[in-house]
């Protein structure tokens, strides 16, 4: 692993990639100067796992560019994808609240830059900053109603299932196309898409080829572009 900023001043690299995250949104400079003091940036290849289950919570680790999933497995040891993050996410939080193991892997699903924050100091910022600790509640939130309503969905067809992960995508990692009002989402290998809904691989490639044939979506190699959302929204019954 490697450091990528190689600049006369990485901490000011480092601050404005932070700011632009979510998490500190609206947080005074002074916050984030105390909280970012610390954070250590650090770059990935695809498909290094981060963190593994049990593994104790020494950081708390925000997305600066990237992707990884949260991966699990059943009882019957099957591969379970639980999220896919990208930038300006964060993961690792709970464990540092908690104290305790983690209950997941972390996988990256592309090079990935990671900033690390030691898990005592997000504690300390969480405990002196109302405002960041709105902001986790408002994560863990978003968070649980995507669970919700991925739940809801597991009896539905198998065209709402992958409509509504596609949809899951574009609301965490969906970048605006300005030129169109379409939405590009990160094309993610059929397997992931695949471990994400709970369906056979081949259903979703078979669905995926359904929906661009309609329009529904466009696939390019690294991108998948939704062009109406509430188009794909319609599909969920």
Partial sequence: MEDRFNTRDPQSNINQLIVSTPFFAGLPDPVIERATVHIVTRSHPSNQVILLENDWGTSVYFILDGWVK??????????????ILGKGELFGEMAAIEEAPRS?????LAPTLIGNMPSQDFVQLIHTEPL?????AQLMARRLRQVNRRLRLRESDSTSRVADILLFLAEGQGKKILETGGTEIPNLPHRE?????????????????????????????????????????????
């Fill in 193 to 237: 898409l695949s471990s994400l809904s709970g369906l056979a691989r081949e259903t979703v490639t078979r669905v995926l080829s359904k929906l661009e044939k309609k329009g529904t979506i466009q696939r390019e190699r690294d991108v998948l572009c939704i062009p109406d959302l509430h188009a794909l929204e319609r599909l969920l019954v």
């Fill in 70 to 83: 949260i991966r699990t497995y059943n009882l019957d040891g099957k591969e379970v994808t639980l999220n």
């Fill in 104 to 108: 997941t892997d972390v996988i990256t």
């Fill in 132 to 136: 960041a600790g709105i902001r986790l």
